[in-house]
T-cell receptor, first 115, second 114 residues
Framework: EPEVTQTPSHQVTQMGQEVILRCVPI?????FYWYRQILGQKVEFLVS????????KSEIFDDQFSVERPDGSNFTLKIRSTKLEDSAMYFC?????????????FGEGSRLTVL | GENVEQHPSTLSVQEGDSAVIKCTYS??????FPWYKQELGKGPQLIID?????GEKKDQRIAVTLNKTAKHFSLHITETQPEDSAVYFC?????????????FGKGTKLSVKP
């Protein structure tokens, strides 16, 4: 069964460093998302992406965050200068094209620890 | 914007008993309501969903009900098993923005005691 894959599974970084989290969405999906889950809390929407541009972003997704689809398969989330409060699980998700309701398929997540 | 409330935050049941988790949403335009199961260290996995034109849906031991008028929906798990232990999230699909997104509840940690 096709799945969303994310790397790395866990990254530890120093405050102020740049981090790139990578995702490979399901191959025929065209809508992509990043969500964040701080330990013990709910899953929060960060950003959605379609047709090589951001469709929507939450207030969490400030200037320190950016997303990119550098090639036909990868979808990346970059945090320019990490803060302690960026420590969380980051989930990538994708959904099929041609449908406007949210049957999202999630990856296993990337755990980011900022020291 | 959409707000999803979920109760209870923790639920402990004996194996074989039923478990019910309830959610309410605020945006009457939301039209799709999935439930996700998250096991420790893993991503959310879709277990069942319901669209706004349906009142109830069942898949083996799992069922979901939707009351559009009251804006609430519930997950029912019957004959619970220890492997049902996990965190369950409800979500509502909101059409805000150009393509919409999912808004999640805070989650319910279900523990099934053998």
């Amino acid at each position: 069964e096709p799945e969303v894959t994310q790397t790395p599974s866990h990254q530890v970084t120093q405050m102020g460093q740049e981090v790139i989290l990578r995702c490979v969405p399901i191959s025929n999906h065209l809508y992509f998302y990043w969500y964040r889950q701080i330990l013990g809390q709910k899953v929060e929407f960060l950003v959605s992406f379609y047709n090589n541009e951001i469709s929507e972003k939450s207030e969490i997704f400030d200037d320190q965050f950016s997303v990119e689809r550098p090639d036909g398969s990868n979808f990346t989330l970059k945090i320019r200068s990490t803060k302690l409060e960026d420590s969380a699980m980051y989930f990538c998700a994708s959904r099929p094209s041609g449908r406007n309701t949210g049957e999202l398929f999630f990856g296993e997540g990337s755990r980011l620890t900022v020291l | 914007g959409e707000n999803v409330e979920q109760h209870p935050s923790t639920l402990s049941v004996q194996e074989g008993d039923s478990a019910v988790i309830k959610c309410t949403y605020s945006d009457s335009a939301s039209n799709y309501f999935p439930w996700y199961k998250q096991e420790l260290g893993k991503g959310p996995q879709l277990i069942i969903d319901i669209r706004s034109n349906v009142g109830e849906k069942k898949d083996q031991r799992i069922a979901v009900t939707l009351n559009k008028t009251a804006k609430h929906f519930s997950l029912h798990i019957t004959e619970t098993q220890p492997e049902d232990s996990a965190v369950y999230f409800c979500a509502a699909w909101t059409e805000g923005g150009s393509q919409g997104n999912l808004i999640f509840g805070k989650g319910t940690k279900l523990s099934v005691k053998p």
